[in-house]
Structure formats: C-alpha cells, structure tokens
C-alpha cells in the first residue's frame, strides 16, 4: 500500500491495536504497593464522620481506624498516613507532642492492626507514617507557633482582630522535634514534616537521632505549594485557620525554588522527597525526580480528589477512567510513591 506513491514505514497504532498489545506496551504501570493511603482519627467521636466535601472519605474513631488499616493491609498498600484532630487545641499545639495525643493513640492502634494482618497472611502490611505539623492541634490553625510583631509586619498570614501574626520558624522548629519523636515512641515508622519550615528536616534528624529512633525515616513534604486544592483537607480536619499560608508554603508560580527545596532536604537527610500537590505541579515532580537519589513521593490531593468525584457524581466525567488516569500520571511524572485517598479502591481495580 502507498500514500501518495509513499510507503508508510512507521505504524505506531500497531502496539495500541487490541488491550492485549496496549498492556504489554504500557510505560507506566500502578501497584497497589506504590500507594499510600491518608487517614484521619479524631478524637471524642463515637461514629466515623462523613467529610461532605470528599464524599466517600471519613473522620474516623480509633475503632474504625482500625479496620481502615487492616483493609489497607490487605489490599497490599505501600503504607498509611496518619492524621490526628484532637478535642482540645491551643496555641502551641500541646497534644501534637502529647504521649496520649490522639494521632500518637492512632499510630499505636495503626501499628497493632498492620502487625495482625502480617502475622496472619505473612506478607508485608503498609508502612504506618504520620503527618508531623502542627495545623490540627493549634487553635489558630497554623503549621507553627506565632509571634506578634506588634502590627508592622503584614503577611499572607494576618489573622484580622489579632493585630499582624507571622509564624515562628525556628520556634516552630522545637515543636516539630518534640512531635516527631512522639509519634516514634508511637510506633511511627516514617515521619512527614509537612509545614514548610527551613531546617525543618535536619532538626527532626537530630532529634530522633539523639532519642534513639535512628532507624525511623523522615519523607519530606519538599515542594509544598500554597494552593487553593486544600480546601476539603480544611474540613476533614476541622481547621481553624484564618487567612492563608503564603508565608510558608511555595507560590504556585515557582519551579525553580521546588527544586531548591528538594536539594536542602536531601542536604538535610530527607529519605524519601515529597512534592504536594501532584496535578498541577507534574512538572516539579519530574523536576524532582530527576535530581533526587532518594525515592520520591507526590500527594494527590484533597481538592484534586473532590474534584474529580464532583464531575463524576455529576455525569460529567467517567468516574474510574478518570481516577486511573490522574494517578497513572503522576506516575508518569517521576513519582515512586503515591498518597491517593483513591488508594483502596485503585488496588482493587488493578488487581
Ligand atoms: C498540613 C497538611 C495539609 C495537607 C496535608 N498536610 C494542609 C495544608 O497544608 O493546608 C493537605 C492534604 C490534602 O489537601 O489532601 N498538616
């Protein structure tokens, strides 16, 4: 056959010609071992409570945890990410660090729960990691401790009726150490400094180091963009925050600061680099990708979820094409590590 008296030599379209082909062809492919699945506890709940803004997801009792963990583990999950909202919060965040503080309760039981399975099916559970910020635990909402700076300051993180706050970096720095090493007297098997403070990575190394939890590792939230895509996070966590976070989190418009991020916190001793959201900044993450010599994590998303699940409760979109295709490509983009709030269900179609 010839085109204009041409032959067509290259036929590209041969390898996508049946679903047997495209399989054997495909470039990327997603294990349930790669996915991470973020979980909430709260404290004083009798019943989990839905998250209206990411339908299927919920605040869950310690008992309910439980289970969430257990079904994690036998869906052959690559880990679980644990976050705490306690019953009672103030300014420094007291039951972040608290040996009784809810995420701390949570890791316990998380760990129990991973424990059973393996004992049971012999085969490895999910990695129990806990989120290391202060946001859930402080009564303004923050990543940090505050100071005033007496009205002269004025930042993206004002709070109207306070005067002008700011957020403390290196006092904030104590609390995360003091956090950090709470959640490994927990259980907790990898950390996540997740608040953007500098230095944030190489205090909590210390500070592990010097407690005696050498071998639990920090993944750091390296590349953590200011984004409107938390929003439903809000909710699940019933934050307080006032205002935003721009004084501490990235600007959207930076590409070349991400991958600066990411090189302090290999510098600092990060073991795995994280970058959040995944959408939108899939060229960070392959940015990152290509520099780091440390496995690399991205986290799709509360806002990327909910937005998914709207257009398809809405028709609008095919719900689990839709969802493969958003997590296969942030695959694509370089990461090794996925945390979906998709995790449970994605294991099941990929079986
Ligand atoms: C901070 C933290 C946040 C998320 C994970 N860790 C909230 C924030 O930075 O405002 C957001 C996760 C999501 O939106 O799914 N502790």
Known sequence: MSTNGAAIVYRPRRLRATPRMRRLVAENRLHAADLVLPLFVKEGLSEPAPITSMPGQVQHTLDTLRDAVEAAARAGLGGVMLFGIPAVRDAVGSQGDAPDGILQRGIAVARAAVAEVEAETGRPGPVVMADTCLDEFTDHGHCGVLVSTGGVVSTGSTTAGRGAVEVDNDATLERYASMAVAQARAGAEIVAP????????????????????????????????????????????????????????????????????????????????????????????????????????????????????????????????????SVTSIKRAGADIILTYWALEIAKWIK
């Open 194 to 325: 997740s608040g953007m403070m500098d230095g944030q990575v190489a205090v909590i190394r210390d500070a592990l180091d010097d407690a005696g939890f050498t071998g639990v590792s920090i993944l750091a939230y390296s590349a953590k963009y200011a984004s409107p895509f938390y929003g439903p996070f809000r909710e699940a966590v019933d934050s307080a925050l006032q205002g935003d976070r721009r004084t501490y989190q990235m600007d959207a418009a930076n590409l070349r600061e991400g991958m600066r991020e990411a090189d302090l916190d290999l510098a600092e001793g990060a073991d795995i680099v994280m970058v959040k959201p995944a959408g939108s900044y899939l060229d960070v993450l392959r940015g990152v990708a290509d520099r780091s010599d440390v496995p690399v994590a991205a986290y799709q998303v509360s806002g990327e979820y909910a937005m998914i699940e709207a257009a398809a409760a809405n028709g609008w979109i095919a719900r689990e094409a839709s969802i493969l295709e």
